[in-house]
């Protein structure tokens, strides 16, 4: 059967996957000059062991490099403005970012700030970036948040009290550096709530209203790689395989999304996280098998053929070849549940410290893109049933 075929556009930077890459970062760094800003966290200065190294790398090659140490906090407007205002003022060719996703949406925002007009904040309300931003190096240390793949930056206006994007190509990296060493050291907390993130990307990227046959197969093999190792990378953070496998899946995972968007998961992810400061990775772990379960009983033939695609990789072949799509789908959505549990996590939003009472703020802001794509149409009523369901 011939199905109808999606037209697309697909967008990546260059991209650097092998172990102890960052090895190479010095030469990546200096193919766009000598003179360069590194922003990263405090927990990769003082506890990633090639952390030295890379600067003593940089100062052997004559490389003169500036750092901006932070807090693994997540960015604001008044913050990029801030590092936005330094680069245009020293002048640097490049911004190397080095961390979790909080630190490279700040670099990446930053870098395309500094060559463009106005405040960050001008461009969450849609404004584009009219220049190439400052050439920009990504170097995840979590295997989640897709940040060094995306076109987006994910930051908060304090004065609207919301959790916003800035979007535009002209500030994606241009190199992304994926190294599995480097993530040995996130402690297994991390690791759930970062991977549960790369999985919830993942799922909604492949039933979106704007999924493609390229992201389609992006999203399939990130679901098997994440789904095979994320509790073992959880339960041994030095199980460098499960690692690897992880932030293989995690790439994956943001090539698809970055190229068919999200869907009502991160809808609700983003002003639960304002409101309630409740970590992104830990939202979506716990909203993602609610909203499977809502866009299942929509009856969409594509989402059920889908979420039984899932089932079956999840639970594997044996003996479930006569199961319905519909049936599998439901096994998709226990075997998340399993998941959560088994890694100690909470399954329901009381579990999160959530009351009914917190829903009208919440829908309120649940708003933007990812709902627009969610595949099964929504409503204020539909999106508070979601909520009160996964109560």
């Given at each position: 059967?011939?199905?109808e075929?999606?037209?697309?556009?697909?967008r990546?930077?260059?991209?650097?996957?092998?172990?102890?890459?960052w090895?190479?970062i010095?030469?990546?760094?200096e193919?766009?000059?000598?003179?360069?800003?590194?922003?990263?966290?405090?927990?990769?200065?003082?506890?990633?062991?090639?952390?030295?190294?890379?600067?003593?790398?940089f100062?052997?090659?004559?490389?003169?490099?500036?750092e901006?140490?932070?807090?693994?906090k997540?960015?604001?407007?008044?913050?990029?403005d801030?590092i936005?205002?330094?680069?245009?003022?020293?002048?640097y060719?490049?911004?190397?970012?080095?961390g979790?996703?909080?630190?490279?949406?700040?670099?990446k925002a930053?870098?395309?700030?500094?060559?463009?007009?106005?405040?960050?904040?001008?461009?969450?309300?849609?404004?584009?970036?009219?220049?190439?931003g400052?050439?920009?190096?990504?170097?995840?240390t979590?295997?989640?948040?897709?940040?060094?793949?995306t076109?987006?930056?994910?930051?908060?206006?304090?004065?609207k009290?919301?959790?916003?994007?800035?979007?535009?190509?002209?500030?994606m990296a241009?190199?992304?550096?994926?190294?599995?060493?480097?993530?040995?050291s996130m402690?297994?907390?991390?690791?759930?709530?970062t991977?549960?993130?790369?999985?919830?990307?993942?799922?909604?990227?492949?039933?979106?209203?704007?999924?493609?046959?390229?992201?389609?197969?992006?999203?399939?093999?990130?679901?098997?790689?994440?789904?095979?190792?994320?509790f073992?990378?959880?339960?041994?953070?030095?199980?460098?395989?499960?690692?690897?496998?992880?932030?293989?899946?995690?790439?994956l995972?943001?090539?698809?999304?970055?190229?068919?968007?999200?869907?009502?998961?991160?809808?609700?992810a983003?002003?639960?996280?304002?409101l309630?400061?409740?970590?992104?990775g830990?939202?979506?772990?716990?909203?993602?098998?609610?909203?499977?379960r809502?866009?299942?009983?929509?009856n969409?033939?594509?989402?059920?053929?889908?979420?039984?695609?899932?089932?079956?990789?999840?639970?594997?072949?044996?003996?479930?070849?006569?199961?319905?799509?519909?049936?599998?789908?439901?096994?998709?959505?226990?075997?998340?549940?399993?998941?959560l549990?088994?890694?100690r996590?909470?399954?329901?939003l009381?579990g999160?410290g959530l009351?009914?009472?917190?829903?009208?703020?919440?829908?309120?802001?649940?708003?933007?893109?990812?709902?627009?794509?969610?595949?099964?149409?929504?409503?204020?009523?539909?999106?508070?049933k979601?909520?009160?369901d996964?109560?």
């Amino acid at each position: 059967m011939t199905m109808e075929f999606k037209p697309f556009t697909f967008r990546s930077p260059r991209i650097v996957f092998k172990r102890s890459s960052w090895k190479d970062i010095t030469k990546i760094c200096e193919e766009f000059g000598k003179k360069g800003l590194l922003i990263t966290g405090n927990t990769v200065k003082t506890k990633s062991g090639a952390f030295p190294e890379i600067m003593n790398e940089f100062t052997s090659k004559g490389v003169a490099v500036a750092e901006i140490i932070r807090e693994g906090k997540e960015p604001t407007t008044r913050e990029v403005d801030a590092i936005a205002s330094t680069i245009k003022k020293d002048g640097y060719d490049w911004i190397l970012g080095i961390g979790g996703g909080s630190t490279l949406d700040l670099a990446k925002a930053a870098s395309g700030l500094a060559r463009n007009e106005g405040s960050s904040a001008d461009y969450q309300g849609g404004k584009d970036l009219v220049r190439d931003g400052v050439p920009f190096i990504a170097v995840p240390t979590t295997a989640g948040t897709g940040s060094e793949i995306t076109n987006n930056a994910v930051l908060i206006n304090e004065e609207k009290r919301l959790k916003l994007s800035i979007r535009g190509d002209k500030m994606m990296a241009r190199v992304a550096v994926f190294d599995p060493v480097l993530t040995r050291s996130m402690p297994p907390q991390v690791t759930a709530y970062t991977g549960l993130d790369a999985l919830t990307q993942a799922i909604e990227a492949y039933v979106s209203k704007a999924s493609n046959p390229m992201a389609d197969l992006l999203a399939e093999r990130a679901i098997e790689a994440i789904w095979g190792s994320l509790f073992n990378a959880f339960r041994n953070g030095n199980d460098l395989n499960a690692r690897e496998q992880m932030l293989y899946g995690s790439l994956l995972s943001a090539l698809a999304f970055s190229n068919a968007k999200l869907g009502a998961v991160h809808g609700f992810a983003h002003p639960i996280g304002v409101l309630h400061a409740i970590p992104h990775g830990l939202i979506c772990g716990v909203l993602l098998p609610h909203v499977m379960r809502f866009n299942l009983a929509g009856n969409i033939h594509d989402v059920t053929r889908k979420y039984g695609w899932i089932g079956r990789k999840m639970i594997g072949k044996s003996g479930r070849e006569s199961l319905s799509d519909v049936e599998l789908a439901n096994m998709a959505i226990n075997s998340i549940f399993d998941l959560l549990e088994s890694m100690r996590l909470p399954t329901r939003l009381a579990g999160l410290g959530l009351k009914a009472d917190d829903f009208p703020a919440i829908l309120d802001e649940t708003k933007g893109s990812s709902l627009q794509n969610n595949p099964r149409d929504t409503s204020r009523e539909l999106l508070e049933k979601i909520l009160k369901d996964a109560l």
